[in-house]
């Protein structure tokens, strides 16, 4: 039976959430212990507690204090389902961790190894800024181990890089029952190669990676400066480059600009195709808009399409998740989408540069470049000195708005002249070198973190 409090407090719930997010999230909960100190409330599985845990606790607070109940903490626990809610469970479930569904036994589990069903050619939007790095990943997806052979896809952080490699990936075990795909982090790679040399299974891992059909690796610039890794990634590299075995790499540089990077594994990557991605122009930004809208069974007008395409230009992840918040305030609140809650809802989280301070931003870019904040802020004008005290002006501009004669001041110069060439000698390189605009995105990516 569920309590009166627990009736009231979902009837009142109900109103306010929409109804898909009522049947999802809320409707199976019950209440399990009720005191002055803590609430309990029991949930039928452990993806529903992450959500409420996560997304909607605020939900909880503010109805069970109008219900006169203030409790100092809030607790989710699973509890059995009822069994009426039993057949809820593996619908969810199978929705929102598709790969682990349908793939328990444990064959069809090595053969699409870290595969994620969400990235597909499909649901990827193809504009200028990747159409290349595209066409190459389709031909690949239809004729692996031929043309491009290792691929390469280089471009900053959120621009898709996993969600093509991925789709690849999905694409070759959908037409190749049986293929062996796997795909790992760089991460990964290094993690479970540790773990291999403390277990004595060297050979086990080098047999498994060397069976693959298509070997996916994400993000190897985390190989920088790990010896006996690049050593490991070269054989396995050559094992199946010569079975003429497909090999798919993504990085946020070029393989030159991979500090460390073994010579060797440099002439290796040169040897099939480096595709660089861009950020998706204008057109492009409101076409994924509107693809994610539409997946998320929202109709966003062409103002607010345009708003967020408009004000979020730096990358489809940012893009992507400047969406989502918007969704779940319209979402939690029954309100249709318009620009004024856009601008309410970005404005917010755009600023950001809350408690970002100049002297944060000189360190972070010092930091990233390996030089003394000293330097940054000397007289020396060697290259590798000049440019990161060049980045750093222009982050100074870009995240905290400051005007010229204060960057200049910051950085220690008198002449605020210098800080307007800086800012735009770095906003026109960045145009050109994705390797700066990465540096870029991970100095900004790390002071936000
Ligand atoms: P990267 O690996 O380059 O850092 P991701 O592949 O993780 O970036 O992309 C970030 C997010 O943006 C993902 O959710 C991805 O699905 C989405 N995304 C990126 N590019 C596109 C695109 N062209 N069309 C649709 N979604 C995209
Ligand atoms: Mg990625």
Request: proline residues 4%; charged residues 25%; contains cysteine.
């Amino acid at each position: 039976m569920t309590s009166p409090l627990w009736q009231a407090v979902l009837g009142e719930i109900e109103l306010s959430v929409s109804r898909a997010n009522y049947m999802t999230w809320f409707k199976n909960t019950s209440l399990v212990q009720q005191s002055d100190e803590l609430i309990i409330i029991g949930v039928p599985n452990i993806f529903i507690k992450q959500q409420l845990e996560k997304k909607f606790n605020d939900i909880f607070i503010t109805t069970l204090k109008n219900n006169g109940i203030t409790p100092n903490r809030i607790e989710y626990k699973i509890v059995a389902p009822e069994a009426k809610n039993l057949e809820i469970e593996p619908i969810l479930s199978e929705k929102i961790e598709p790969n682990r569904m349908s793939n328990n036994s444990s064959i069809s589990q090595a053969y699409r190894q870290g595969l994620n069903e969400r990235y597909s050619f499909d649901n990827f939007v193809v504009g200028a800024a990747n159409e290349l790095a595209f066409a190459a990943c389709q031909s690949i997806a239809a004729v692996p181990g031929n043309k491009y052979n290792p691929l390469f896809l280089y471009g900053g952080v959120g621009i898709g890089k996993t969600h093509l490699v991925q789709a690849v990936g999905n694409e070759l075990v959908r037409n190749n029952p049986g293929f062996k795909v796997l795909y790992i982090t760089t991460e990964q790679f290094v993690q479970e190669f540790v773990e291999s040399l403390r277990t004595r299974k060297t050979n086990e891992f080098a047999t498994h990676y060397r069976s693959a059909d298509v070997l996916i690796v994400d993000d190897i610039q985390f190989i920088a400066g790990k010896e006996k890794i690049q050593e490991e990634f070269f054989h396995t590299f050559n094992s199946l480059h010569q079975a003429n075995k497909q090999i798919i790499i993504s990085s946020d540089r070029l393989p030159k600009d991979i500090p460390t990077l073994e010579e060797r594994l440099l002439s290796r990557f040169a040897w099939g195709m480096s595709i660089d991605m861009q950020n998706p122009d204008f057109e492009t930004r409101c076409a994924i808009i509107q693809i994610k809208a539409q997946t998320n069974d929202v109709f966003l007008p062409n103002d607010v399409v345009d708003y967020l395409a408009t004000n979020i230009n730096t990358n489809v992840r940012e893009l992507e998740g400047a969406l989502n918040q918007l969704l779940a305030f319209c979402e939690m609140r029954s309100l249709e989408p318009n620009v004024d809650i856009a601008v309410s809802v970005l404005g917010n989280s755009h600023n950001r540069p809350k408690h970002l301070s100049a002297k944060q931003i000189i360190e972070r870019t010092a930091k990233h470049f390996q030089v003394p904040v000293e330097d940054i802020l000397g007289p020396k004008r060697d290259k590798d000195i000049v440019i990161p005290r060049q980045i750093a002006m222009y982050i100074l501009r870009s995240e905290l708005h400051l005007s010229f004669p204060k960057i200049a001041r910051e950085l220690g110069r008198k002449d605020h002249t210098t800080a307007i060439h800086s800012v735009e000698k770095i906003q026109k390189a960045a145009q050109l070198d994705s390797s700066l605009r990465s540096a870029i995105s991970e100095i900004k990516e790390r002071l936000y973190a």
